[in-house]
C-alpha cells in the first residue's frame, strides 16, 4: 500500500435564522489518499486531528511533508 497525497479542503457556510441573525461556520476536510495493489483506492481521514490545531492548513502541510507525499489544497 501506497500513499499518494494529503488532500486538504477549508470553506464557511453562512446560515442566516428567521430573525436575520447569520451565523459562519468554517468547515475542512482532511484525508490522505493511497493505493494498494490488493484492494485499490483509499482514503484515511484525518479531519478530526487535523482541526484541533490553530492553524489547520500548516498541521495538514507539515504531515505531509512529514510522510513524504504532495500536499493538495483545494478550495
Not at 10 to 16: A, C, I, P, Q, R
Not at 55 to 72: L, P, T, V, W
Amino acid at each position: 500500500s501506497e500513499s499518494l497525497y494529503l488532500r486538504y479542503h477549508k470553506w464557511t457556510e453562512t446560515d442566516t435564522d428567521s430573525d436575520g441573525n447569520s451565523t459562519t461556520r468554517t468547515h475542512y476536510e482532511c484525508e490522505i489518499h493511497g493505493h494498494s495493489d490488493e484492494e485499490g483506492e483509499w482514503e484515511l481521514d484525518i479531519t478530526s486531528m487535523v482541526e484541533t490545531f490553530d492553524d489547520s492548513k500548516k498541521m495538514a502541510r507539515e504531515i505531509a511533508k512529514a510522510i513524504g507525499i504532495e500536499f493538495r489544497r483545494e478550495r
